[in-house]
């Protein structure tokens, strides 16, 4: 039986099963995964896959489930994962172009709530998954079908779930999941990103001191003003000391062997954290963004609270600041930077932290994401990079699994894809689907497949 597929049929099939996906209502909060997972229950079973061996759903919460399918290889090698979430952020109907969760095909393109983030990559999973069974691919490496809950809320009923109370259903050498292989227009460049690192969180709240009075008699030793002051100095201090992380050093060093001098030269100055101190003061808008979020710990106040009447100076006076740390750095770390702008007379009260993480870019499996990706676009860049928010990877990671986002595809010049994502009328297009089907299947062929 050919393995190939006929890719116009399966884009076809993506494309039908996106849009049921999609009309699933799975908003997280407050989560609500089951009539997406009943879909793909419904797909697996209608190929035949219908035995506890083939699939299971285990629910971690009334409504909150997660479906494990698997094709058994002949053990000769640990499993490859690959793992999407069905539940998807919250939208404002009344803003969007068509309806949230439609799942309608307009102009090419496939409309709704999750296309992107991750229902597209899900129902591309999928069907790599199906083509293996149809295909009775035979396997050294166990194939793992992992459709989850709660990523966009905290992971407690998704990968944290599985990782703590079902690890024998996801245990894995290798996994892949959301976050790179598609197309980021950058000036002349089309970048391919693979992730291998995303950052840490550390919620922490700064508290400023103050001496409390009648808000008729002021006086200086307001805790408003000294929060004032402490959050202008993270203001015009820019961003905290840069560190050079081995995932950062690979980036820099991949693209610049893929573009032309003097361009390379300045790539290559940028694994110094002198030559990135020196740019960042010229750059400015996304790239300075960006560059800040890769290289060094950052921090942003966001929730403040001070009072609890108008005509009463407070005692008190604090800010929540959500710091994303690198990969190495600790919680520890960073609140040593953060107080080193602030100065003296601030206490700081630890809120959440998550561990982040970093994978290796000389593993088989990172060469050939890489080496299939660039097949996707021969004059694309394709790099090794870190997510600056967070995936389940730093989840998965706490069970020993080496994981990659990896979702490839090619998408049309001026797609607004970084703005969608949890954005008003998000949609993803069908060739980004033809394109990113091949890739995915290869991958699986040549990483699973015995000899």
Not at 19 to 41: D, H
Not at 148 to 167: C, M, N, P, W, Y
Request: charge should be negative; proline fraction near 8%; aromatic fraction near 8%.
């Amino acid at each position: 039986m050919s393995t190939q597929p006929n890719w116009g049929e399966a884009t076809q099939e993506t494309v039908n099963h996106l849009s049921r996906l999609i009309q699933a209502e799975t908003v997280n909060p407050p989560g609500n995964e089951l009539p997406a997972i009943l879909i793909i229950k419904d797909i697996l079973e209608k190929e035949g896959l219908r035995s506890p061996e083939d699939f299971v759903i285990v629910e971690s919460a009334p409504q909150r489930v997660n479906l494990i399918a698997r094709l058994r290889g002949d053990g000769s090698w640990r499993p490859l994962l690959l793992s999407g979430h069905v539940d998807v952020v919250p939208v404002e109907r009344e803003k969007w172009s068509r309806d949230p969760f439609g799942g309608e095909v307009v102009n090419g393109e496939v409309w709704g709530r999750g296309a992107l983030d991750m229902k597209g990559f899900v129902a591309m999973y999928l069907q790599t998954f199906l083509q293996a069974h149809r295909t009775k691919l035979p396997l050294k490496r166990d194939l793992i079908l992992a459709a989850i809950a709660d990523e966009e809320a905290g992971f407690d009923h998704g990968s944290k779930f599985l990782v703590t109370q079902h690890r024998d259903l996801i245990e894995a050498e290798y996994g892949l999941t959301e976050g790179g292989a598609f197309t980021i227009p950058l000036g002349q460049w089309r970048i391919y990103a693979i992730q291998v690192a995303e950052k840490g969180v550390t919620w922490m709240k700064l508290i400023a001191q103050g001496k409390p009075g009648h808000a008729s008699l002021p006086h200086e030793e307001n805790a408003v003003f000294y929060l004032a002051q402490a959050i202008e100095k993270i203001r015009r201090a820019a961003h905290l000391p840069v560190h050079i992380t081995p995932t950062f050093q690979a980036m820099v060093s991949k693209a610049a062997a893929q573009v032309k001098f003097p361009t390379s030269l300045l790539l290559r100055g940028l694994a110094l954290p002198w030559v990135v101190n020196q740019v960042l003061k010229l750059l400015k808008g996304y790239p300075k963004t960006l560059l800040t979020a890769l290289t060094t710990n950052t921090c942003t106040p966001t929730v403040l609270q001070a009072g609890q009447k108008t005509n009463v100076i407070p005692a008190e006076a604090s800010v929540h600041l959500d710091c994303r740390r690198l990969p190495g750095q600790t919680p520890e770390d960073v609140m040593k930077e953060v107080l080193a702008l602030t100065g003296e007379g601030f206490r700081l009260e630890p809120l959440d932290t998550s561990p982040g993480a970093e994978f290796p870019t000389d593993s088989p499996l990172y060469r050939l994401l890489e080496e299939e990706t660039h097949k996707l676009d021969p004059q694309g860049i394709v790099i090794p990079m870190m997510m600056p928010g967070a995936t389940d990877a730093c989840v998965y990671r706490e069970a020993g699994i080496t994981m990659y986002g990896f979702t490839p595809g090619r998408l049309p010049e001026g797609f607004p894809v970084l703005s969608l994502a949890h954005g008003h009328d998000e949609r993803l297009p069908i060739s980004f689907i033809e394109s990113g089907l091949p890739v995915l299947w290869e991958v699986i062929r040549k990483f699973c497949a015995a000899p």
